[in-house]
């Protein structure tokens, strides 16, 4: 039989005293801890789901003063978003949009820190692709070919993957690696996450090497 049950009650408490002095300090502190935890994981949440409206209101005078070409306000609103808002979806969306307006203003270099900027801080994993696959066209664009690899080159997703090789497709191309651009741009027809108009676009691509093309099956459209 269990030792306990032949403690009187006062042996019980005296033991329950003992067994509290020795354990009660470590399990207050342990409570303490997690209750901690449990708040301070509350409260970022909470930091972070006021930061991110907050950043979305600013995105909207953005878009806003963006639709009206009020360059001022535009410039305003984007510094604001980069300087209180760094790591948000908003403010990486904003700076590409951006980059997309000096482009057709043929400011190539802004439009390159732009897009630098939103890939560094874009706060989401899809976005900081779109940013890399925006930044790499331009390099490629503006023949900065080096940097367009090196910054491709360890990029790995399936959703993404078609974009890099027609990237890299381009790169070797351009450098005159012609069986690199084919193998790349095949590659990119392979891929799951082409369809439609951009299949046909890098098949032109292909063609244009006058190296052939791949095969059907691989790109026929689902």
Do not use: C
């Not at 990486?92 to 043929?106: C, Y």
């Not at 590659?187 to 292909?206: C, D, I, P």
């Amino acid at each position: 039989m269990n030792d306990q049950l032949h403690l009187t009650d006062d042996e019980q408490v005296e033991q329950l005293k003992k067994w509290w002095k020795e354990n009660g300090t470590s399990i207050v502190i342990g409570i303490v801890i997690g209750l901690s935890a449990v708040v301070g994981y509350w409260q970022w949440n909470k930091y972070q789901e006021t930061r991110s409206l907050a950043a979305s209101a600013q995105y909207e005078i953005f878009t806003e003063s963006l639709a009206s070409d009020k360059k001022d306000q535009v410039t305003a609103a984007l510094d604001t978003l980069k300087s209180e808002y760094e790591g948000t979806t908003y403010a990486a969306l904003a700076a590409m949009l951006t980059a997309s307006n000096l482009v057709k203003e043929k400011d190539i270099k802004k439009a390159i820190e732009n897009l630098k900027w939103a890939y560094e801080h874009s706060g989401h994993d899809s976005v900081q692709h779109l940013a890399r696959i925006r930044l790499a066209k331009l390099y490629v664009a503006d023949n900065q070919l080096t940097e367009a690899l090196a910054l491709i080159d360890q990029a790995k997703d399936p959703a993404f993957d078609g974009y890099y090789s027609s990237i890299k497709g381009d790169v070797y191309s351009k450098q005159g690696q012609l069986e690199k651009a084919r193998t790349e741009y095949k590659n990119a027809l392979a891929s799951t996450s082409f369809s439609g108009k951009q299949r046909e676009y890098v098949q032109m691509k292909l063609d244009d090497l006058g190296l052939g093309s791949v095969a059907s099956s691989t790109t026929s459209d689902k």
